[in-house]
T-cell receptor, first 114, second 114 residues
Framework: GESVGLHLPTLSVQEGDNSIINCAYS??????FIWYKQESGKGPQFIID?????DKRQGQRVTVLLNKTVKHLSLQIAATQPGDSAVYFC?????????????FGKGTHLIIQP | ETGVTQTPRHLVMGMTNKKSLKCEQH?????MYWYKQSAKKPLELMFV???????ENNSVPSRFSPECPNSSHLFLHLHTLQPEDSALYLC?????????????FGSGTQLSVL
């Protein structure tokens, strides 16, 4: 089975609220994690990444949290806006892994309600 | 824009047709990739080129034939496709295939095989 997955296929949030998108991984050797955003009709766009020597990393309105103990990754989006509507998916890679080691999750569709 | 351009955006072809997908990156990267994205499935790596040399063929049927004339251009030649090959085909690039790093994706070619 897949080593990377998401808990919910669809997440609906009110505009202005914070969004939390979760991702579980099963490969303990994975040490690099990426979140991508894919809007309708577009390719995946890099949001933020984190390496296993960190627990938390912040970007502009986004925060990624990594819990290596339970192999869990989350993406937090602050003050969700209509432009945040998209499919979000995580990806993992092993230490020394090239593109062939990059594993993607299926994605969570984030829906913003006015 | 991500710096990775794909043409055409949409393609409809019959099973006996021959067509080609084109990808061009303006980022000065050395690695280029073809991915297949089907509905409700994770991204599937097809081919990897690093410094114009193919380094990965992920058990892709021979009806898909990649070509990389230089580090900036990547083609995917299609011949005798099947309806199940209908999907979004994404091109991506990165600085180097061997390093753990983020990929830059194009907007994809939405392919329909009739």
């Amino acid at each position: 089975g897949e080593s990377v997955g998401l808990h919910l296929p669809t997440l609906s949030v009110q505009e202005g609220d914070n969004s939390i998108i979760n991702c579980a991984y099963s490969n303990s050797a994975s040490d690099y994690f990426i979140w991508y955003k894919q809007e309708s009709g577009k390719g995946p766009q890099f949001i933020i990444d984190i390496r296993s020597n960190m627990d938390k990393r912040q970007g502009q309105r986004v925060t990624v949290l990594l819990n290596k103990t339970v192999k869990h990754l989350s993406l937090q989006i602050a003050a969700t806006q209509p432009g945040d509507s998209a499919v979000y998916f995580c990806a993992e890679n092993k230490s020394g892994g090239g593109a062939d080691g990059l594993t993607f999750g299926k994605g969570t569709h984030l829906i913003i309600q006015p | 824009e991500t710096g990775v351009t794909q043409t055409p955006r949409h393609l409809v072809m019959g099973m006996t047709n021959k067509k080609s997908l084109k990808c061009e990156q303006h980022l000065g990267h050395n690695a280029m990739y073809w991915y297949k994205q089907s509905a409700k499935k994770p991204l599937e790596l097809m081919f990897v080129y690093n410094f114009k040399e193919q380094t990965e063929n992920n058990s892709v049927p021979s009806r898909f034939s990649p070509e990389c004339p230089n580090s900036s251009h990547l083609f995917l030649h299609l011949h005798t496709l099947q309806p199940e090959d209908s999907a979004l085909y994404l091109c991506a690039s990165s600085q180097d295939e061997a390093m753990n790093e983020k990929l830059f994706f194009g907007s994809g070619t939405q392919l329909s095989v009739l």
